[in-house]
């Protein structure tokens, strides 16, 4: 059924019956179809107006000024497709899996490539960026079988490396990303957060819907109280060498204090936070786009 390395057959299977896929695809916030005022052999008529200069001539409605001697135009409705943009962290932190199987990039791309076949099959965009302190790929917004594969295709040949910048990669890809639609972002998080927040602004400005996946394992969220170990930095390979113990509650406590601040500024943004632990599946993730997970 699926040839590809992060589109498991078990995978597809459960999408095609993902029983919030109707509402995800036909209300939610992915699909994010809206009605606009267009024309178009597509649109359907709303409503007329009066003529104001500027408007095109083309538009007025010449049967409707002969009867009223006046000049209206017809104003058309059409329904149009928003756009689901995926922005995937692969700097080297991100290949940190601890004691699981599965590393934070490779989460993020099971989760990236089961949510592009879900907006590809309901006929709405999807686009691709990978980043690290820049964005490395771009994959402008499609939704074509070929487009899928595309997409697919550059999930599997990816790898981390690179040092983290979030807040500079973001930035970038405002400038990319032209058409409003709905944000997400696979990211461990390692930036400071009035960075993310800033480089966030344009987005939250012109009216996207964001969710912020931020991706741990259960070995970044507790060092435990394990033997003397050695500790190295995966993007600048400084080493350090200490006993979990003695560091595990001012080490919790700052993560804490990181997270925390995410969310209070999430908070205050209307933008969508989730803590998505690695040793978990990524199910839930798409409860939060559908608004089932809360805030």
């Known amino acids: 059924m699926s040839a590809y390395r992060y589109l498991r057959p078990d995978d597809v299977r459960r999408l095609e019956s ?62 149009t497709n928003l756009e689901c943009h995926l922005l995937l962290d692969s700097s080297s932190s991100m290949a940190f899996g601890g004691g699981s199987a599965t590393t934070k990039l490779e989460f993020a791309s099971y989760f990236a490539a089961a949510l592009a076949w879900l907006v590809v099959r309901g006929s709405d965009q ?24 595309q997409v697919l295709s550059t999930l599997e040949s990816n790898e981390p490396r690179g040092p983290t910048s979030l807040s500079a990669a973001l930035a970038r890809a405002a400038l990319q990303i032209r058409r409003r639609g709905t944000v997400i972002v696979l990211s461990d998080f390692y930036d400071e957060p009035a960075a993310i927040f800033a480089a966030l602004n344009p987005f939250i400005h ?34 350090l060498t200490l006993h979990p113990r003695a560091l595990a509650e001012s080490y919790r406590d700052a993560l804490q204090t990181h997270i925390t601040r995410l969310r209070t500024l999430s908070a205050q943004r209307r933008i969508d936070y989730h803590v998505a632990r690695t040793d978990g599946t990524f199910w839930p993730l798409f409860d939060r786009i559908t608004g089932e997970g809360g805030k």
Do not use: C
């Open 18 to 79: 993902y029983e919030f896929a109707a509402r995800l695809l036909a209300e939610g916030w992915l699909n994010g179809r809206h009605r606009s005022r267009l024309r178009g052999a597509s649109t359907e008529f709303h409503e007329y107006r009066a003529y104001t200069p500027g408007d095109a001539p083309g538009l007025v409605d010449w049967r409707v000024f002969a009867r009223t001697d006046r000049h209206y135009v017809k104003t058309f409705e059409q329904e």
């Open 126 to 149: 999807v686009s691709l960026q990978i980043f690290d302190d820049r964005v490395r790929e771009f994959l402008p917004p499609g939704s074509t079988r070929q487009h899928l594969h």
């Open 206 to 239: 012109r009216g996207f819907r964001i969710h912020l996946f931020h991706l741990l394992s259960p070995e970044e969220m507790e060092l435990g109280d394990g033997v003397l170990s050695r500790y190295e930095d995966m993007e600048t390979r400084d080493t």
